[in-house]
């Protein structure tokens, strides 16, 4: 996206969310997001707005990117690409949702777990959602988490969670906002892969 867009944005956001941030914060935002289309980040960024609560994580993005990019499939992809293959692993989606616990992630007691999306293995449709060539199958997602010392869940751990009680989303500090930046960093190098 262009500077432009961002800091308009970014200036809209931290009106709305009343959230203030110096110029390093903004710039280590943008080089996180950039990635991102303008008018995908419109869109993101409007909705963010409507929906959310609290001023949204890099994560937070990263993951609504992913939404964009399923809903609107044809804007970024070549459509000969877009033949959608059965797959019992990934229910045809090309992506396996992953949840890891970095061990130091920590709130109040409360293990914290990220979410991130690997590329499937088992069929071609990744290639409507990643622009990678890298693709994982579990025992090498497994694989990968034990070599950082991460547990993982193949389920979401924040279901039953929700379930219980009514889910309240954590305001989850700025510390957990760095651990989502140094795993992504992580898994980016390992599994050479960009949302
Ligand atoms: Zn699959």
Redesign the pocket.
């Known amino acids: 996206m262009s500077p432009e867009l961002f800091q308009e944005k970014l200036e809209l956001m931290c009106k709305w969310f009343k959230k203030s941030m110096d110029e390093d914060q903004a710039q280590i935002l943008y080089e996180r997001i950039r990635f991102i289309p303008d008018e995908a980040f419109r869109e993101i960024v409007d909705q963010m707005i409507e929906t959310m609560k609290y001023f949204p994580l890099i994560n937070d993005f990263k993951m609504a990117w992913r939404d964009w990019i399923s809903q609107n499939p044809t804007k970024i992809i070549d459509p000969d690409q877009l033949i959608q293959e059965e797959?019992s692993?990934?229910g045809?989606t090309?992506m396996l949702d992953v949840w890891v616990h970095p061990p130091e992630s920590v709130y109040k007691g409360e293990k914290l777990w990220y979410s991130i999306p690997f590329p499937?293995g088992?069929?071609n449709?990744w290639k409507r959602i990643f622009t990678t060539k890298k693709t994982f199958k579990r025992a090498d997602i497994i694989k990968l988490c034990e070599k950082k010392g991460w547990e993982v869940s193949f389920e979401d751990p924040y279901r039953v969670k929700k379930e219980e009680k009514d889910f309240e989303r954590i305001p989850i500090p700025e510390m957990a906002n760095m651990a989502v930046k140094d795993l992504n960093q992580e898994v980016g190098e390992e599994g050479g892969y960009q949302l």
């Open positions: 797959c692993e990934c045809g090309g499937c088992f069929c449709n």
